[in-house]
Nanobody
Framework: QVQLVESGGGLVQPGGSLTLSCAAS????????MGWYRQAPGKQRELVAVSNSGGSTNYADSVKGRFTISRDNAKITVSLQMNSLKHEDTAVYYCNADLRTRLTEPRKIYWGQGTQVTVPS
């Protein structure tokens, strides 16, 4: 069984910074992409940033230049450094991993339980 555990959410003032971390555990053979999504009240879950297996990264336009995703393959962790936070960044942030638990099994997406980030207006 694979688990993704997030940490680091909280309340931060506009313009402040916060770092989210996510650690994956369990029987993992190959990890392809790891990333972060977020869901604000009344809105659909959206991609924030993703780190692909080849080392490339992708960001939502709304966070480019402010957020940085980093990944440690040895520790199977992914972090999201968030700077210059805005009220519109308020959301539940979810860690996501595209991985394989056995070579004979298909790839599967796993999700963390989510961590709240609140930036007051």
């Amino acid at each position: 069984q694979v688990q993704l555990v997030e940490s680091g959410g909280g309340l931060v003032q506009p313009g402040g910074s916060l770092t989210l971390s996510c650690a994956a555990s369990g029987s993992i053979v190959i990890i392809y992409a790891m990333g972060w999504y977020r869901q604000a009240p009344g809105k659909q879950r959206e991609l924030v940033a993703v780190s692909n297996s080849g080392g490339s990264t992708n960001y939502a336009d709304s966070v480019k230049g402010r957020f940085t995703i980093s990944r440690d393959n040895a520790k199977i962790t992914v972090s999201l450094q968030m700077n210059s936070l805005k009220h519109e960044d308020t959301a539940v942030y979810y860690c996501n991993a595209d991985l394989r638990t056995r070579l004979t099994e298909p790839r599967k997406i796993y999700w963390g339980q989510g961590t709240q980030v609140t930036v007051p207006s």
